[in-house]
């Protein structure tokens, strides 16, 4: 039996609502990215100028990964995410200014600690500008909703 989903008009697209996006401080998450990056890599005052490009997470239904509390994805408003892995870390995305992008993988727990409060539907949150981030929502609102 199908049930029916609401949908939003984004652009020319019509997009599924119903995927929850819980957002992150950036400031929190920025911090922790910058600790984790000084730690690999040693101090230097660049570190201070690294942002990251990832704003929510998704918390996957069914997770492939069974660690209970882990099971996210954090995913940028292009629709670019990552899954948390064997070791429950997950990779995130970042911009050091005047150095170029990198990413790193960090405990997915500390992620977590990010979280602000705030939550949006996915359909809202990933950016409308053209086929490649609309193929990125809908990989992700199927992953999220579990759908195929």
């Known amino acids: ?56 997470i998704g918390f996957l239904e069914n997770p492939e990964i069974p660690f209970e509390g882990y099971d996210i994805a954090v995913i940028n408003t292009e629709g670019v995410g990552y899954v948390v892995d064997n070791h429950k870390r997950v990779t995130v995305l970042y911009n050091l200014e005047g150095g170029g992008d990198g990413w790193v993988d960090i405990s997915a727990k500390l992620v977590r600690e990010c979280l602000n409060g705030e939550v949006t539907d996915l359909a809202e949150f990933v950016r409308v500008f053209g086929d490649r981030l609309e193929n990125n929502y809908d990989v992700w609102y199927n992953r999220l909703k579990k759908e195929e």
């Open 1 to 56: 039996m199908e049930t029916k989903t609401d949908t939003i008009q984004a652009g020319r697209y019509t997009r599924k609502l119903g995927a929850k996006i819980f957002m992150l401080d950036q400031e929190k998450l920025t911090e922790k990215v910058q600790n984790v990056v000084r730690a690999q890599y040693g101090e230097d005052s660049n570190w201070e100028k690294v942002t990251t490009w990832i704003q929510g």
